[in-house]
Structure formats: C-alpha cells, structure tokens
C-alpha cells in the first residue's frame, strides 16, 4: 500500500512587511488603515491576523522575494529595488508588482567622492564599485558597454571609498544625507524606486485569493483618499468655468443651487493636495466660503 500524501492548503493570507527600517511603519500603516487588526506574538516574527484571516510576517526586507518565492507569504511589501536586483540576480522574474504604494521612495544611485572628476558614464570605466546591488549595478554596467570591477558589500556600502575597498559606490539615495555625510555626491541613478506590493505571478487560489481581492479593493480605498480631500465652496455662475478649469484633478464636482441667492455652491473630491496657496488662488478666481474636509473612507 502506498502511503497517502496529505498537502495541507493554507486558507489564511500571509503578508509579509519589513521587521525594523524604513518600510516597516508605514507599511503597518497601510494595512491598519485597510482594517486588519493582529494579536502580536511575543517574538514579533509572526502576528495572527484578527480582524480578516490575514497574518503577517515580519521579517528582514531582503529575504521578501524569497518567502513569496517559495510560497511561504502570498504577499510582500518591499522596496521595489529588493524584487529588481533578486530578479536581475536569479535572472527571473517571479514575482508582480501590484501596487505602487507611494511611499519609501529612494533611487539606485552611482556615487562618488567629492573631488571625483566626473565626466560621465564613461568615468566608471575601469573603477572598482562597491554595492549591495550587484545584479542591478551589472545590468546598468551592460547595458552601457562599461567595463567596471563590482566589489559586493552587505552594508556600510558609503564608507568603501574611504576604506579603500572601492572608488566610487552604487547605494540607495532618500533624503541624500548619508551620502552627504560621507563626502560622495550622487552622478547617475539607476532605478527609481518606492515600497509596492509583490506576489508570486501566477496569483492565489480559493479563499486565499478572495481575501487578496478583499484586501487589495481596501488598499486601492486607502492609496485613493491619501491625498484626497472633500472641496466646498460658493461662486457666481460666471465664476464657475475659470475655477472648474482649476480643479483638474476634481473627480464629478457636483454644482448646485443657493436657496435665495445666485450663488452656486460646488463640491469636488480633489486628489492632489490641497494646500494654502491652492485655496488662495482659488478665493482670487472667485470662491467664496471654501472648506477643505478630510475624506474618512471610500469604497468604489
Ligand atoms: C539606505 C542606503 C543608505 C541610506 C541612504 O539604507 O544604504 O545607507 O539608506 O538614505 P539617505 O539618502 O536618506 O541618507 P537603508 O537604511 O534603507 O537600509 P538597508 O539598505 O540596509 O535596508
Ligand atoms: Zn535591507
């Protein structure tokens, strides 16, 4: 008799985010303000999931593309650099990219010290590159028909050149302060980046895969009103084409009647920020009475 294989299939969504850095509160923000709630374990690797059948792991940002790989987690969110170099390393793509999240951005950039007498692409001929980006760095190398030695480093990457271990670097680049503080300035970028939402391409099945539908329908909710606000105010109908034409980026402003007057009051949902000098352009071209209130929740 041969034996029976049972494969149990898992029913509960496992997301993994960022245990400490850069992407770990926001990401946490992000799937709060989606409505998951988790019973944090006392190892913190592993939160059971409360409010949805969605658990997360929290782990080392690196080894994201790996877990949704191997099918450990369903979905990751992670540096959009982190899937691009495993990708560029293993030379595969085993994973999609989801959703954009808005947030972490940084770039994939070549560095170089202060006094570097840099002439364009063609001065990374011949350098030696510290990185811990060396399967992005090659593919840029390639790409440019550059001959450059890459000396792969796990961390402490800017420091290299004063080392000596290298003469220029291939680091990630926020605010620019690391590279500032180390006497590097940035030449060339070489990706674009920010967190986004990864999974494996061939998508989920069963309750798995109505529960990334779920969630993903929340997120898109969430990445919608981020910057989204409820815009109000009156003008004379006359006024009213000029501040429409100033409000392009207004989903169906709705423009109503005044009771016994010849205003008209409009309401628009508005997508991009709504700052002072927004509204004082505004109230020149004419709107009276403008209120900006906050968008609580949406669901398309
Ligand atoms: C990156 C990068 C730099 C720093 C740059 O590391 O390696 O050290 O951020 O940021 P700045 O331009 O704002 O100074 P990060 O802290 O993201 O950690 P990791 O690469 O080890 O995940
Ligand atoms: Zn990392």
Not at 48 to 64: K, P, Q, T
């Amino acid at each position: 008799m041969s034996p029976t294989v049972t494969t149990a299939v898992r029913d509960r969504l496992r997301i993994a985010i960022q245990k400490s850095g850069r992407l770990s509160d926001p990401a946490r923000d992000l799937l709060r303000a989606a409505g998951l709630t988790w019973r944090e374990s006392r190892d913190r690797l592993f939160c059971f999931g409360e409010s949805l059948a969605v658990d997360l792991l929290l782990v080392r940002d690196d080894d994201i593309p790996g877990l949704i790989a191997d099918g450990v987690c369903d979905i990751g969110i992670v540096g959009r650099n982190v899937l691009l170099e495993q990708s560029a390393q293993t030379e595969q793509t085993r994973y999609v990219e989801l959703r954009a999240l808005g947030f972490g951005a940084c770039r994939l950039a070549l560095a170089v010290p202060n006094e570097f007498d840099w002439q364009g692409t063609a001065s990374v001929a011949g350098c030696r590159i510290a990185t811990s980006y060396p399967g992005l760095l090659a593919q840029w190398l390639r790409t440019h028909g550059i001959d450059a030695a890459i000396v792969t480093l796990s961390g402490s990457v800017e420091i290299a050149p004063r080392l000596g271990q290298a003469d220029i670097i291939c680091d990630l680049v926020s605010s620019g302060a690391t590279l500032t503080a180390n006497q590097l300035k940035p030449v060339a970028t070489l990706l674009e980046s920010e967190a986004v939402l990864a999974a494996p391409p061939d998508g989920f099945a069963g309750a798995r895969a109505e529960l990334a539908d779920l969630l993903l329908r929340r997120i898109d909710g969430v990445l919608k009103i981020r910057d989204s606000k409820l815009l109000l105010f009156q003008a004379t109908r006359s006024a009213i084409p000029a501040l429409l034409e100033m409000l392009s980026d207004a989903e169906t402003p709705t423009v109503t009647a005044v009771h016994d007057s010849d205003q008209l009051a409009l309401q628009a949902l508005c997508h991009g920020a709504m700052t002072w000098q927004r509204l004082e352009d505004l109230k020149r071209a004419g709107a009276q009475g403008l209120l900006v209130l906050p968008i609580e929740r949406m669901l398309a």
